[in-house]
């Protein structure tokens, strides 16, 4: 690191004005890298992709979309076989089929078939499957239109009311507002980190770091622009480079400039010399810990689901590129303009933080309590994990209130429940659609299938299933096990938005303990090297899958569960996790965790080989990276506070695991429990064996530990 850092001091007008070039560039870039991701999600090899795709070709609708449902709950003493209702179920869903022309429908008024019709005959509902849009609110607008074209109409005296996943979570995005768009939660993301800076530093040093945060972020963009014209980047990525790499890119260079300024204000050395120090010591810790975030990603790319492979590749972009910009452009304007910048200049960061020197001074008195109470919290936590059933939100949990949550409670007190919100369909392509539909009929799981006369096209036909159980459930999971497992007569493959989800976790878990296994592994190996240990990156590995496993924990009680979800944000209880967030979680706490972990073992490190002792190793760690690690923290953790105000469900999902997860390491695990644990392995923390050393290529690590070198009233 020190002749990198001469080189690029060497250099600094080349370094300077090469960044100048390309965040212009990047600025400038911004919309057409926006314009270029993608609004689809592909699972290529799966049954139920396959037959989307082929559903979307022949019919032009349906496949990996949710239906819009039209539901009426005629009055008592009427059914759907009394005079002119018929008709006028048939005129209400003209108007929808006028606002939606692309839509394919099928209802009790055009098929006769009681598959849509309650068994009292009083409720009845339509299918209206709309053209796969992509995107983060698809089917929100055609949700919203189809309520528009029936409002004011009457079927038998009874309103129309429009219910199905989608119009529910636009009805939830009507109530919590547009949400704020990405520019406004990055806006608000920023200004969140300027305040926290602003109480780190005390002086306009606090723009350094958001000064970084902006030379990285439309950088990334830039990076994952050309990468879109080569293959499908999803949307969603946008929102994860503008506030996780806000957050990110912020850390990294907060790093750095506390070390400086801590190595400038002790007053022994100049600028330039408190830069070199900074970087060889801080700069080398932010290259190690972009290192571990990329290689957690890996998680991702490995997958073979695209979709969740653009977003591994964002994610270490923002890694990669925020590194970049903390070991090249950041040395160069702390040694520039930073002593200027650095007013009102205070000496506080030359010296260790008393709070926290005097917690790491406790924990390590009680180094068996810390430990067994951390313990206990986390435990909790995971015993919570344990029980998470995957799939999308339950219906009841996306909108509270309006025409959709109307629908949805007719559908549910009629006994017909939820099935037809995400009903499977049976793609035919040879043989009798009408036998495939009393042959599906009567697998355990379904409430009835029909084969509509006017979805038949090309040589094929659709049937569609009605299962008891919401189809994303893991009941409705089963059912379509013993779906494609049943002997159905004809070519027949199963498909449907629900299909789909069971097809993703499959292809999704089935190697993820593999691939979580080498992904430790790999970062078990790099850190040895940089600790110099085994017996410390160990550690760091298992607590750092115990900060992921916690964070499943809190979304599994919060969304899952709802102890809180309706309190805070109106939600009720989702009854599952959506299937990808365990594994986007995993990739991206495991990573931005070891960075804290990175910070304070390093310092760690540091000090015990100044002292030999473990116990003045962790006073100082702790002390010294405390205030660092908690503000880094907090400054994500207002980035997923941000996220959280997008409308949906999901995002607020997303927006708690990870911040909610990010907080938890920095506070129970990296301020309690590791120093514990450190202090409780004693000496055995540096073990290095010579073989070790040799086959890494770093110096062997001394293993003498001097018990008494921290008196209680010592600062550091």
Do not use: C
């Not at 979307?56 to 609708?61: C, K, L, R, S, T």
């Not at 492979?309 to 702390?334: E, M």
Request: glycine letters at 10%.
């Amino acid at each position: 690191m020190n002749r990198f850092t001469s080189f690029v001091l060497g250099h600094k007008r080349p370094v300077v004005a090469f960044w100048v070039a390309v965040t212009i560039v990047s600025i400038a870039a911004l919309g057409p890298a926006g314009s270029s991701l993608s609004k689809q999600f592909d699972l290529p090899g799966r049954e139920g992709f396959e037959t989307n795709e082929q559903l979307a070709e022949i019919y032009g609708n349906g496949g990996d979309t949710n239906p819009i449902v039209p539901v009426v709950q005629l009055p008592e003493g009427t059914t759907v076989d009394s005079p002119g209702i018929r008709e006028d179920l048939a005129a209400a869903v003209a108007r929808i089929e006028a606002a939606l022309p692309e839509a394919r429908t099928a209802s009790y008024a055009s098929t006769g078939d009681r598959t849509f019709v309650s068994d009292d005959g009083r409720t009845t509902f339509a299918l209206v499957y709309i053209p796969a849009v992509g995107g983060v609110d698809p089917g929100w607008t055609e949700a919203r239109a189809a309520q528009s074209a029936v409002d004011g109409v009457s079927v038998g005296g009874s309103a129309v009311e429009v219910t199905g996943l989608d119009a529910l979570r636009a009805a939830a995005g009507d109530n919590e507002g547009a949400g704020a768009g990405l520019l406004i939660a990055t806006l608000l993301a920023a200004l969140g980190a300027l305040v926290v800076l602003a109480f780190v530093f005390r002086s306009f040093t606090a723009l350094v770091p958001l000064l970084m945060a902006l030379v990285a972020v439309p950088t990334t963009f830039l990076l994952i622009w050309p990468l879109a014209s080569i293959t499908d980047v999803s949307i969603i990525v946008q929102f994860l480079v503008g506030l996780v790499g806000l957050g990110i890119a912020i850390d990294y260079a907060l790093l750095v400039v506390v070390r400086w300024r801590e190595e400038r204000h002790q007053g022994s050395v100049s600028n330039e010399a408190a830069v070199r120090n900074a970087m060889e010591h801080a700069g080398s810790a932010v290259v190690f810990s972009g290192t571990t975030v990329a290689i957690s990603l890996l998680a991702l790319l490995v997958l073979p689901v695209p979709f969740l492979r653009s977003i591994g590749i964002a994610g270490l972009l923002i890694a990669l590129v925020s590194v970049a910009v903390a070991v090249t452009l950041l040395p160069v304007v702390l040694a520039t303009i930073g002593p200027r910048i650095d007013w009102p200049r205070n000496r506080r960061d030359a010296q260790a933080s008393r709070a926290w020197s005097a917690l790491a001074r406790l924990v390590v008195r009680r180094k068996w309590i810390a430990a067994a109470t951390s313990a206990a919290v986390l435990v909790g936590l995971l015993v919570a994990a344990s029980t998470i059933q995957l799939g999308n939100p339950r219906a009841e949990s996306l909108g509270k209130e309006g025409a959709a949550r109307t629908g949805l409670e007719q559908l549910k007190g009629s006994g017909i429940g939820t099935g037809p919100l995400s009903p499977f369909d049976a793609l035919v392509r040879s043989g009798d659609a009408d036998a495939v539909a009393r042959a599906v009929s009567q697998v355990e799981g379904v409430r009835s299938a029909a084969a509509p006369e006017e979805w038949r096209r090309s040589g094929t036909a659709v049937v569609t299933i009605v299962p008891d159980e919401d189809g994303n459930s893991a009941a409705g999971r089963a059912t379509l096990d013993r779906i494609r497992a049943a002997s159905l007569p004809g070519e027949v493959t199963i498909g449907g938005e629900a299909a789909q989800s069971a097809d993703f976790l499959g292809a999704v878990y089935g190697n993820f303990p593999l691939v979580a296994a080498l992904i430790a592994l790999l970062t078990f190996i790099l850190l040895a090297r940089a600790f110099r240990s085994l017996v410390l990156p160990l550690k760091a590995v298992l607590l750092n899958l115990l900060s992921v496993g916690a964070a499943w924990g809190l979304l599994v009680l919060v969304f899952q569960h709802g102890y809180g979800s309706d309190e805070i944000w109106g939600i009720e209880a989702t009854q599952a996790i959506n299937v990808e967030f365990p594994l986007v979680v995993f990739a991206f706490l495991f990573g931005i965790s070891m960075d804290y972990q990175v910070f304070i073992i390093s310092r760690m490190r540091e000090a015990y080989d100044r002292t030999g002792s473990t116990e003045a190793a962790i006073v100082e760690g702790v002390g010294r990276t405390g205030r660092l690690v908690t503000s880094a923290a907090l400054i994500l953790g207002l980035a997923f506070v941000a996220f959280a105000m997008q409308p949906g469900t999901e995002a607020k999902m997303f927006a708690l695991a990870l911040g909610g997860g990010i907080l938890i390491d920095a506070t129970i695990i990296r301020g309690v429990l590791a120093p514990a644990a450190v202090a409780l392995l004693g000496r055995w923390n540096w073990w290095f064996p010579a073989w070790a050393a040799r086959l890494l290529r770093v110096q062997p690590s001394q293993t003498t530990d001097v018990v008494d070198a921290v008196p209680a009233t010592q600062a550091t």
